[in-house]
């Protein structure tokens, strides 16, 4: 099955600085990856996704970068702000119809005002 | 999108008794699925339950130990029975929509924090 390592498991950044997450994934098939923020108390909530024919994808302030013949991808956040202090989940499953998500092991962000 | 509604928000329970979460989903889906988060870890998928039929459980998850009901297509619960202290975690009730550019996107309810003493 599906394996999907991520790095760091923590991490703190100045406010205003930027943050990068990075997850590798096993199963060349896998072609849809999406980025899930869980803030405190909360359920994760998706913020950004990409699939595998795509390699990139940019939604304000944040990115996400794929290299599928590397299998990774990466979750980058510009100019940082303390609400993006949550945990931040990747993923990475198939598409088509019900496919199982397999997550990675988070990430927790802690932005420093 | 999809609105979920998770009950207990949060419990204390004493060891070998059991719990029973509840989710409500603001419209009708086919599956619902039932995760654990344990302190600090990942989300792992403990079932995956579909309505007028059995939940079909992952690995190392068993009927006897995590009983799931699905009577309607926007409500599901979970029951951790027996609990003991290693039972203590967040259990996620989540479904699934397609995002559009295949692949399907999940929601999840706020979660229920379990804690056994």
């Known amino acids: 099955g599906e394996n999907v390592e991520q790095h760091p498991s923590t991490l703190s950044v100045q406010e205003g600085d930027s943050a990068v997450i990075k997850c590798t994934y096993s199963?060349?098939?896998?072609?849809?990856f999406p980025w899930y923020k869980q803030e405190l108390g909360k359920g994760p909530q998706l913020i950004i996704d990409i699939r595998s024919n795509v390699g990139e994808k940019k939604d304000q302030r944040i990115a996400v970068t794929l290299n599928k013949t590397a299998k990774h991808f990466s979750l980058h956040i510009t100019e940082t702000q303390p609400e993006d202090s949550a945990v931040y989940f990747c993923a990475a499953s198939k598409a088509g119809g019900y496919q199982k998500v397999t997550f990675g092991t988070g990430t927790k962000l802690q932005v420093i005002p | 999108s999809a609105v979920i509604s998770q009950k207990p928000s949060r419990d204390i329970c004493q060891r070998g008794t059991s719990l029973t979460i509840q989710c409500q989903v603001d419209s009708q889906v086919t599956m619902m699925f039932w995760y654990r988060q344990q302190p600090g870890q990942s989300l792992t998928l403990i079932a995956t339950?579909?309505?007028?039929?059995?939940?079909?459980?992952e690995s190392g998850f068993v009927i006897d130990k995590f009983p799931i009901s699905r009577p309607n297509l926007t409500f599901s619960t979970l029951t951790v029975s027996n609990m003991s202290p290693e039972d203590s975690s967040i259990y996620l009730c989540?479904?699934?929509?397609?995002?559009?550019?295949?692949?399907?996107?999940?929601?999840f309810g706020a979660g229920t924090r379990l804690s056994v003493l």
């Open positions: 199963d060349s098939a896998s072609n849809y």
């Open positions: 339950a579909n309505q007028g039929s059995e939940a079909t459980y």
């Open positions: 989540s479904v699934d929509r397609p995002s559009g550019k295949g692949g399907n996107i999940q929601y």
